[in-house]
């Protein structure tokens, strides 16, 4: 099992900036990738940033060039720095951890643990 923990969120106005964190705990050994998940009010959760054990990382269209998505492998955490805010981006931001399993007949699947998520609310 996985625990996550976000931090960061906020009020803040439309083109300012706000950094999450997430820290990690657990059997942290598993973990395959991070990402960032957001969801508005009324929408589904939708996948925003992430990044590979190896850190690689790909984004959203939405926040290319304005978020990025780091990890700190020492201190188990995730951060996610996002700049140019628009009230768009306003949402519950959830840190999320995935393990890739292969089971005994070939089959792959995933395991996924979520943080409790975090308010970022832009105002315009």
């Known amino acids: 099992q996985v625990q996550l923990v976000e931090s960061g969120g906020g009020l803040v106005q439309s083109g300012e900036s706000l950094r999450l964190s997430c820290v990690a705990s657990?059997?942290?050994?598993?973990?395959?990738?991070m990402a960032w998940y957001r969801q508005a009010p009324g929408k589904q959760r939708e996948a925003v940033a992430a990044?590979?054990?190896?850190?690689?990382?790909n984004y959203a269209d939405s926040v290319k060039g304005r978020f990025t998505i780091s990890r700190d492998n020492a201190k188990s955490m995730l951060f996610l720095q996002m700049n140019g805010l628009k009230p768009e981006d306003t949402g519950v931001y959830y840190c999320?951890?995935?393990?890739?399993?292969?089971?005994?007949?070939?089959?792959?699947?995933?395991?996924?643990?979520w943080g409790q998520g975090t308010q970022v609310t832009v105002s315009s």
């Open positions: 999320n951890a995935f393990s890739v399993v292969v089971g005994r007949d070939g089959r792959v699947s995933r395991n996924d643990y």
């Open positions: 657990g059997s942290i050994s598993s973990i395959d990738a």
């Open positions: 990044v590979t054990n190896g850190g690689s990382s």
